[in-house]
């Protein structure tokens, strides 16, 4: 089910590019399902936004997140204490792009403004991601 969850996602980012909230969800799936789904889930998402015409960085870089999110800080406890482990995940992921894209020719400047700015919209976008990421939770049965 946290597929239909990461291919919402991509919808929601691919419709409404101001709203990237794909990074924060496949860190929230690596923190409560483990490095490997994040992983798995970050190639899923990486994949769809390769095929929509995003760099191939994001490829490598999305698989990354989901696995180091899981790995690092696996089952981190409470909304606001994933988001606050969300947010060196997502600074680590665009000093990368920053690097990828200063590397490839671009001034350092203009990468920079471009990374701070997607760093904080994404950490903004915590609480549409962390509801998104309810969709691929599986329901819990009461017990009578």
Do not use: D
């Not at 980012?13 to 490997?36: A, D, I």
């Not at 600074?91 to 671009?106: F, I, P, S």
């Not at 990468?111 to 599986?138: H, T």
Request: proline share 8%; aromatic share 10%.
């Amino acid at each position: 089910m946290v597929w239909l969850a990461v291919i919402f996602a991509f919808l929601v980012q691919w419709c409404l590019p101001v709203l990237p909230v794909l990074p924060p969800l496949l860190c929230l799936v690596g923190m409560e399902q483990g490095p490997q789904k994040g992983a798995e889930c970050g190639l899923l998402g990486g994949f769809l936004c390769l095929l929509a015409g995003c760099s191939p960085w994001i490829l490598a870089l999305y698989p990354l997140m989901g696995g180091i999110s899981g790995a690092v800080f696996h089952n981190a406890s409470g909304v606001w204490g994933k988001w606050l482990r969300t947010a060196p995940v997502l600074m680590g992921a665009e000093a990368l792009l920053v690097l990828g894209h200063w590397v490839a020719g671009a001034g350092l400047p203009a990468a920079l403004s471009v990374a701070w700015l997607e760093f904080w919209m994404s950490l903004a976008c915590y609480p549409l991601a962390a509801g998104i990421g309810r969709i691929g939770k599986p329901r819990r049965q009461k017990l009578r």
